[in-house]
């Protein structure tokens, strides 16, 4: 019997589409589709939310909409559209005010602080209007626009600077309590778009001078400011605009909402605040404003946020160091508020479920490397630029999912498709493409499942950005490479063009099959990819 098929060809031409076709077995101990947003997305949920309602389990065990929005956000990345409900009927019976908008806290059975939070509304509507989107639910998306519409009416003021976001309604008198990281670009064009309203544009265009001004004050934002009817802007260490400013738990958040921007001007404004992080591996929780330490306390959201702003700089491989380091810190201190982020930022950085633009997503220039210029709608073949060598791969090495391995190649049969190995446990590389550590996409492949046990690749949706993979040539020099993205792509519709694009330096596409088994071929429906780049 011929080995098995998994990647397959384009309808014509000599052009492949590359996509893992055969991988067939059972889904064990693990399920190749969670990818690291979806992932933590889930454990988030599983974790902190009890009843729909989203548990502060560190914290006296109360409740904010501030979580509530999380959770819903997160509901969204898993694709869940049944916690989703649950958290949303919970939020509507429990803190929903007769204005719409959402009272701030609850504990014991009742609400505690009736005042709004500007954030957790601006975030449960964008929540509402992509849920109903993606589960087909014009009854969500009538909630989030209206939702989106009371926090307009209530939570807006217009200045010199263009209309500024109101953390509450009770900032409404100049000049306003401002809290830069309650604006969150996406958000507002997600919004712009469901419902054509401009002052959501507005918003963006108000939120995006105020960022400037304050980052001229000071190079990282800070937890609060103010802003007054006339433009002028003034740091602050708390929401009365007294106190020490600095950079913290609230402020952390910026740099991550405006990394994930789609528009540029937003990215960079993350970008700017790259320099002016502390540079040292140890990155404390909160900062003064000359971005020194002023506590030993290390918190995820804070490597999130540089993380954030490496990558909206194109400091991709420091970016991803960073949210290593994040999941560490998350993994050895858990809270709910670390969690949350943690599962947020790999979320608004590296995937695209959130409809905001991810500095570390598949689609990035800045984490494939990929052109801009390839025409649309043709297949690209992963083809090698002039090799510098002879060399030839011959192994494999990932640490963080214990992968050692020898490598075979692999061809393309002559109907078209490229076989896979006869063996789960081999891993190959496709010798007719890019060879390893030359300039381009190389292709390495092998499969996640048997018929009776998991096979060689089975851990590879554990991989996240940071995590390192060596591969060895037969002239004894070693190609590195850092990962920087993972994506679950349907094999139907394989997007070719955008994940085998030509680019400019040595990159790596690590390949297998993930999501749902087909109840018809018996096969997995989907591929995951692993981007990496040169190190």
Not at 56 to 66: A, F, I, K
Not at 495 to 502: L, Q
Request: aromatic share 6%; hydrophobic share 40%; glycine share 10%.
């Amino acid at each position: 019997m011929r080995a098995r098929r998994f990647l397959t060809a384009a309808a014509s031409g000599a052009a492949i589409a590359l996509a893992v076709t055969a991988c067939s077995g059972p889904v064990t101990d693990g399920d190749a589709s969670d990818t690291g947003a979806t992932a933590a997305a889930d454990a988030f949920l599983d974790t902190y939310v009890d009843g729909g309602r989203v548990v502060r389990t560190d914290q006296g065990g109360d409740t904010v909409s501030e979580g509530q929005a999380y959770g819903l956000l997160l509901a969204v990345v898993a694709d869940d559209e049944a916690r989703f409900d649950e958290i949303w009927d919970w939020t509507t019976d429990n803190l929903q005010r007769d204005d719409l908008l959402l009272a701030w806290r609850w504990e014991n059975g009742a609400v505690v602080d009736d005042e709004p939070a500007s954030d957790a509304d601006l975030d449960a509507a964008r929540a509402l209007v992509l849920a109903g989107d993606a589960f087909g639910r014009d009854d969500l998306s009538a909630d989030g626009l209206a939702l989106g519409d009371a926090l307009l009416e209530e939570m807006t003021a217009t200045t010199d600077l263009g209309r500024i976001l109101l953390p509450g309604t009770w900032a409404t008198t100049s000049p306003h309590a401002y809290n830069p990281s309650y604006a969150s670009p996406a958000a507002y064009a997600v919004l712009a778009d469901a419902s054509g309203d401009e002052r959501w544009d507005e918003l963006a265009e108000g939120s995006r001078a105020a960022t400037e001004a304050l980052l001229d004050a000071n190079a990282l934002p800070t937890n609060w400011a103010t802003v007054a009817t006339d433009g002028s802007v003034a740091i602050a260490g708390a929401a009365d605009g007294t106190g020490e400013p600095g950079f913290g738990y609230d402020a952390a958040r910026a740099p991550i909402r405006y990394a994930e921007s789609c528009d540029a001007a937003d990215a960079e404004l993350a970008a700017t605040m790259a320099t002016a992080f502390p540079g040292d591996d140890v990155l404390p929780a909160e900062l003064d404003s000359g971005s020194g330490a002023v506590t030993t306390d290390q918190h995820p959201v804070a490597y999130a946020a540089r993380a954030a702003a490496y990558a909206a700089a194109g400091r991709t491989d420091d970016a991803g160091a960073d949210l290593g380091r994040m999941r560490d810190t998350a993994a050895r201190t858990p809270t709910y508020y670390g969690d949350a982020w943690n599962a947020l930022a790999e979320a608004m950085l590296t995937d695209d479920a959130l409809a905001g633009c991810p500095p570390l997503g598949p689609s990035s220039s800045s984490a494939t490397g990929a052109s801009s210029s390839s025409s649309a709608g043709a297949f690209q073949d992963p083809v090698p630029a002039e090799a510098a060598s002879d060399a030839v791969p011959v192994h494999v090495s990932i640490p963080a999912i214990g992968l050692e391995s020898d490598l075979i190649g692999l061809g393309r049969g002559a109907d078209g498709w490229i076989e896979a190995p006869a063996d789960y446990n081999d891993v190959g590389w496709y010798e007719d493409g890019v060879v390893p550590g030359e300039v381009g996409p190389a292709v390495i492949a092998a499969h996640v499942d048997s018929p009776t046990a998991p096979a060689i690749f089975h851990n590879l949706p554990q991989l996240r950005p940071g995590d390192t993979v060596s591969v060895s040539r037969s002239d004894g020099s070693v190609a590195e490479f850092v990962v920087t993205s993972m994506q679950s792509v349907k094999k139907h519709g394989f997007p070719t063009e955008s994940i085998y694009a030509p680019v400019p330096t040595p990159e790596l596409r690590l390949v297998t099959c993930g999501g749902p088994i087909s109840s018809e071929t018996g096969l997995y429906e989907d591929n995951i990819v692993v981007t990496a780049i040169a190190a």
